[in-house]
């Protein structure tokens, strides 16, 4: 009975953001008490105390591009459009545009980019979100950049990432700037 609910929960998500959920669909088939656990982490994935929607977005659209060519980088930018997050803002991190960001946007997308690539810096990446924003600070964008990591990787892991298409923001096609490895 709970199973019906949840499938029901997960093709009104699909519809409403187009995204395919038919892996987390097989993962309620197959191994409910899996697909109940990892539940808890879409939860989880909407974490944000102290940190403004911008920072935290930035660090959670980054993380899934790192591991992601389309589908989840999409839904990525679609929830951040939806909590708020300035169009201009949401083009800026899918183009790793520093330039383009505000001073929030750009230390969520700069700890998220020094983290996913082992940079260098990460330390003082991390310091300068400790220092704005705390150890909360800290935490909150790890959570996001990770969060933003770990769905992709699960449906890769599954099988069910095999399209790529290019991200769009508010209708408008974005030219992806992948990271260097």
């Known amino acids: 009975m709970l199973s019906f609910f949840v499938r029901r929960k997960l093709h009104a998500m699909s519809k409403h953001y187009g995204y395919d959920v038919s892996y987390l669909d097989r993962m309620l088939t197959k191994s409910p008490r899996a697909f109940f656990k990892f539940a808890r982490l879409m939860a989880a994935s909407s974490h944000r105390e102290v940190v403004p929607i911008e920072a935290s ?4 659209i980054t993380g899934a591009m790192a591991e992601d060519c389309g589908p989840c980088a999409q839904l990525c930018v679609n929830m951040a459009l939806e909590a708020g997050m300035p169009k201009d803002q949401v083009e800026a991190v899918v183009r790793r545009d520093v ?9 969520g997308f700069g700890f998220a980019d020094a983290i996913v690539r082992r940079s260098d810096d990460q330390d003082l990446r991390r310091e300068a979100v400790r220092t704005r924003w705390g150890d909360k600070g800290v935490v909150d964008l790890a959570m996001a950049l990770q969060m933003g990591r770990l769905f992709p990787m699960m449906k890769l892991a599954l099988g069910y990432a095999r399209e790529c298409r290019r991200v769009s923001v508010d209708g408008h096609t974005i030219d992806v700037v992948k990271q260097a490895a």
Do not use: I, N
């Open 99 to 107: 330039r383009a960001m505000t001073a929030e946007t750009a230390l």
């Open 57 to 60: 977005f930035a660090a959670k």
